[in-house]
């Protein structure tokens, strides 16, 4: 192998220690700007900048996902009803966790089963109850008024 080609290797070596990358990304960024390492590593921390910005940015928007079902499957109601009459209702959460707990236990889970068959043939239903809770009002700005009378006239005077 002749000098230059010693040379290219220990930077692309160079380039791969520092930024962790393989030889071909290296060897790219190297070609890319045109022998220099400094600015081969300049323009590889930047893509790896980028790169980790977008993930963040992505995880945030996942995380907003998750709530925003969390807050509608815990505005969701289950009811049980008969003949239009709610005889019971409670959240969605509480309702499934009722409902693993009779599961797992296998007295209870005959238990239930058996409730259900019974419900079921007394003709009772569940429902899902979607409706969302309405947003609580937010007071966002407050205007304070108070009268004031000038010496000169009697009148009141709105401030």
Do not use: C
Request: proline content about 3%.
């Amino acid at each position: 192998m002749n000098e230059e080609m010693w040379s290219e290797l220990e930077k692309i070596d160079i380039l791969r220690e520092r930024m962790g990358v393989g030889y071909d990304e290296a060897s790219k960024a190297l070609k890319a700007a045109g022998g220099d390492v400094i600015r081969a590593l300049a323009d590889l921390e930047s893509e790896q900048k980028a790169m980790t910005g977008t993930w963040k940015n992505r995880g945030r928007e996942v995380w907003e996902d998750v709530k925003d079902k969390m807050e509608a499957l815990n505005q969701t109601k289950v009811n049980l009803k008969r003949r239009d009459k709610t005889l019971l209702s409670v959240s969605a959460p509480l309702g499934a966790a009722l409902a693993y707990t009779f599961w797992r236990r296998p007295g209870l889970r005959l238990l239930g089963l058996l409730g259900a068959a019974g419900a079921a043939l007394a003709h009772y239903e569940l429902e899902v109850d979607k409706t969302p809770v309405a947003e609580p009002v937010v007071v966002t700005d407050t205007v304070i008024i108070r009268e004031v009378e000038d010496e000169n006239d009697s009148e009141p005077i709105g401030i």
